[in-house]
């Protein structure tokens, strides 16, 4: 799947350290393993051998396009949020990507800055619109406002 997202989809390689885990899109996943990320966690869907065998490779259902295909949202943003912080917080190498890293990932990582590193929603939206260049569509930002509360 992983050729097939890079001929259908401008990616870019760029990706962004935020407290320790690298954020980035589908472009930055071979750089990443090569140097060093043991766990990833892809945010939309991956094929079989996009991701070695010795990585530990979670895929995470979340859909970008808005509430009502994702009825479970904060649950889904927090439960991430939390594993990432468990890894990383565990010596873990991470990288989290979806495709270009303009929608799934500003939404996981600032779920992650705002639960896991103290940062207001707003703040943590912000960062990742400077970092990566995106901001999360506000329907699905909204999730992170409601895993805020959980």
Known sequence: MT???LDT??????TVELAGVQFGGVAGL???LENGADVVVSLYRMGTKDVPDRTEHRVIGLIDSGP???????FVLVDTADFIATRSGGGHKVYVHCVVAENRTPTVAATFLARH?????DVALSTLEQALGHRPSPLIAEGIRRAATL
């Open 30 to 32: 071979d750089a990443a």
């Open 117 to 121: 590193h103290g940062a207001s929603v």
């Open 68 to 74: 009502h295909d994702n009825p479970n949202l904060a």
């Open 9 to 14: 989809f401008t990616a870019r390689p760029a």
């Open 3 to 5: 050729q097939h997202y």
